[in-house]
Structures are given as structure tokens and as C-alpha cells.
């Protein structure tokens, strides 16, 4: 009888699906032979079904007030801004490295719209009547409405500079992180991303690499990028980009090389976020080879590879 | 690389269908159109939890407002660790035990007002949504209906989510875990004891 019990106790768990192939084995076996297991079964069913009738389904009504009032509300709030995405696993260090060119673009790209909406207007302070395609590169500093009406602009002239120095140079280097990620050339980003790759043992240039991986839209510049971190997989900030990458990246190629670079250690320790990430693989990944690294690499460090 | 079922795809205005992480990541960007669909996406599905939680329009309302508002606030800090549905659920299921327990703290029943008819439970008088044209069978729905909330209501808060995620949103016990911050072992076990309690509650019925 306390065999009976036992099996009973698992009823609402094999009805959720959630025993264990072994474990749904011993209960199909007990039923088979016992008729009074097998009717406290059907109550179970039962069970479920009057669980079932007490769902409850929004009304369409209470939706769509509950859709206006966020409507309502959303402008009051903080937009959301694209700039931390990334920012919060990226050290302060280069962070704050980095936004000042990126402040610089965006500045240009002001001074860029604003040349562009406003034709027409007059140009004083000594520029006369300057042709408004010299403005292509204006860097919009202040923008005030005088008592008259007109509109009282301040901006910086964009003047094109070349630099020269060597790659340990703090200024080569901020421009090369910066072009690794916004230039608009891929192929000015992977070449940027191949001389970084050069000085992935410095941690800055590492995050640069890290945020190239898991964000560049061109996948030879995510694999160069990685191609310069697989010697650092036991940084932490490393194995969040990489565990990114491996849930993430629509290139298997990527996803294998990920696993591939693990592995290619010998007392490659993994966090636990990598730990969950190829855990997690194991129930998403379509792609056999994958999943079968993904599995062999839990197995080797002795973490559980099942899915539910 | 994901499996169609795992991965959730949003379709837009213009009826091509969108990844979801294209989708938040635009949404980062301050896409608000890409947003509302996030939101449309997943509504239906927060209102539900939070009606079927917390048995109360009003307060359903009040966190599906919060837990938007929430998503929308932080958006930027969501770093695609997890999937965004969870993220999601985990903001949601928090407000709900939240509301959970101090209604324990208040000894609230809000399902239940006061009528120039005497009390009546207010999801009672939310339209059916099944039709069903048997009277005796209406009759029994009814009842049962009536024993299931009651049965609900004596579960502990976490009893109660987990219960409810499994059951009524069908997640699996390993995603409830993530969601909920404990283990798929916890929740295995909170689902136990909540299927034992509901099974003693509803016996006579069964």
C-alpha cells in the first residue's frame, strides 16, 4: 500500500509532464497492475479538468482599458535611451573613454540635421552667406531664440584631422575602440577589430572586443573579435560576452566556435552564468553538433545537461 | 538556431515577422512602435496572471500598468541573460505576490464587494467566457468554479504562483524557478504541496 501511496503522491506532477522519463516508467509499470491506482488516476484527471473550468480570461473590455491607460502614461515617463544596453557590463573605464567620441558623433549628427531643416536661413558673425553645404560637418554647441524671433546657433566647425602614433598611444587607442564599433564600413570595423585584437591584454581593449562579439551586425567582425578573446575565457567579463554570444549569435558557426574556445583550456574554469548558458542551449539549440559540444562540455565539468 | 516553438517572434505593422531580440533591441533604442509591439505581445498573458492572482480587475489593472511601466523604465538594463518573457514574469509574478501578501497582512478579500443584493464575488459578474448550454452542468461549473477559488485562496502566496504559472500559463517548473528566483526543485516541491492542498479541497468534487 505505501507503494500505492508513493505513486499516487506523483499524479499531479506526471500530469504537469513533469517526472522523469524513469519515473513515468515505474508509474506506467504500477498501474498496469493495480485497477485502484489507475481510478485514482482518472480523479486526478478530474482534478485537473475542475481546476481547468476556473480559469479566468481577461475581458476584452478590461484589456483595452488597460492598454489606454499605458498609452496614457508612457510619455511620462523616461524614454528609453539605446547607450546601456552594453554599458552596464562594460567597465566605467573605457565607458567613459569611449562616450567621448561618441558624443562627438552625436554632435555632428545634430549639427547634421540641422544644416540640412534649415535652408534659408542667414548666417551672421562674420560667415556672410556661406554655402549651407559647408555646415555638412557643423558641431551644433547651442541653439538659443533671440527677443527678435531669430534663432541664435553656436557651433564648432568639423575640420578633418589625421593623427599618427603607435598602438599603445591613448588617443590611437580611443579612436580604434571607437571605430570598431560606429564606423559605418565593416570592413573599417574588422580591420579595427584585427590591430585591437594585437592588445587583447589589456582589459579595455578586451570590453572593446567583448562589445564587438556580441554586437556587431557582421559576422567576420564578431569572429575576429572572438578570435581575439579566446585566450582570455577565464575573464569573467569575457565569459558574459561569450555566454551572449552562445545564446544569441544567429551564426552556428559562432555558437560552435564559442564552445570550441571552452574547451580548448586545460583548467578552464566556468561561472555560473556560462554554466547556465549551455544549460540553457540544451533546450534551444537547434543545431546537433552544438548541442552535442554543449553537452560533452557540461558532462566534463560534471554540471546536469537536461532539459525539461 | 532556436526552436520555433522556444523562439517568439513578433509580427509588425507591415506583417513581416520580426526576431524579438531585434524587436527589444529597437525598443532600447527608443523605438516606441517597437515597444507597444512588446507589449501587445505579452499583454494578454500579464493580465491574465495577475486577474487569475489576484482575482480582482482593479488590481489586475494596477499591475499590468506597473509592470509595464517597469519593463519600460529598465529596459536598458535588460541584458538578454535570461529570455525576456522571464524577465517579464519576473517583474509581474513579484507585483503580484507583493499584492499577495498584504492583502495577507490586511485580511483583504477583494474579489468579494458588498451589493444592494448582498455579497457578491466580482469576478462572478465578469461575462462567461464559455458558453454553455446545459442548465445542470452551468450549475455545476458554477460550483466547482466557487470551490476552485476558495481552494486557491488558502494556498500560500508562492503555492499560489506556482500553481498558477503551472496550470493556467503552463510553464515549465524549470522556467517558474527563474522566474520566481528559486530552484526547479522548490518550485517542484511549492507545486506539490499546492496539488495535495487542492486535491483535499476539491475531493468530493472529484
Known sequence: MSECKNIREQFALLLYGELKFDEEERIDSHLDGCPECRAALGRQKALHDAVDAAAVTPSRVLLNRCREELAELLPREKPASSWTLWWHQIGANWKSQFLKPVGAMALLAVGFVAAKITPGWNVSGGLGSMDLANFGGAQVRNVATEPDGRLRIVFDEKRERTISGSRDDQQIRALLMAAAKEATDPGLRAQTVTILVGDANEADVREALAFAMANDENTTVRLKAMEGLERYTNDPMVQNALAHVLLNDPNTGMRTRVIDALTGHEGQELDRQMVGALQELMSREDDHDVRERARQMLHSIKASAETY | ?206
Open chain 2, 1 to 206: 538556431m532556436v526552436q520555433p516553438s522556444l523562439k517568439r517572434w513578433a509580427v509588425r505593422k507591415e506583417g513581416a515577422a520580426v526576431d524579438e531580440t531585434e524587436l527589444i533591441r529597437a525598443a532600447q533604442r527608443g523605438d516606441s512602435s517597437a515597444f507597444e509591439e512588446l507589449v501587445r505581445t505579452y499583454d494578454q498573458s500579464v493580465l491574465r496572471l495577475a486577474l487569475s492572482m489576484l482575482r480582482s480587475p482593479e488590481d489586475a489593472r494596477d499591475v499590468y500598468q506597473e509592470t509595464f511601466l517597469r519593463v519600460y523604465r529598465n529596459l536598458n538594463q535588460f541584458r538578454f541573460d535570461c529570455s525576456f518573457h522571464t524577465w517579464l514574469y519576473r517583474i509581474a509574478t513579484n507585483l503580484c505576490l507583493d499584492q499577495l501578501r498584504r492583502r495577507k497582512v490586511r485580511k483583504e478579500e477583494p474579489t468579494v464587494v458588498a451589493t444592494p443584493e448582498g455579497s457578491m464575488d466580482r469576478m462572478d459578474a465578469a461575462p462567461e467566457t464559455r458558453v454553455e448550454g446545459d442548465p445542470q452542468r452551468n450549475l455545476f461549473s458554477g460550483q466547482i468554479r466557487k470551490r476552485v477559488k476558495e481552494a486557491l485562496a488558502e494556498l500560500t502566496p508562492r503555492e499560489r504562483m506556482v500553481f498558477e504559472l503551472r496550470h493556467y500559463e503552463g510553464m515549465r517548473l524549470r522556467k517558474i524557478g527563474e522566474v520566481l528566483g528559486t530552484s526547479e526543485e522548490a518550485a517542484k516541491n511549492c507545486l506539490f504541496r499546492a496539488t495535495q492542498k487542492m486535491r483535499t479541497a476539491l475531493g468530493e468534487f472529484v
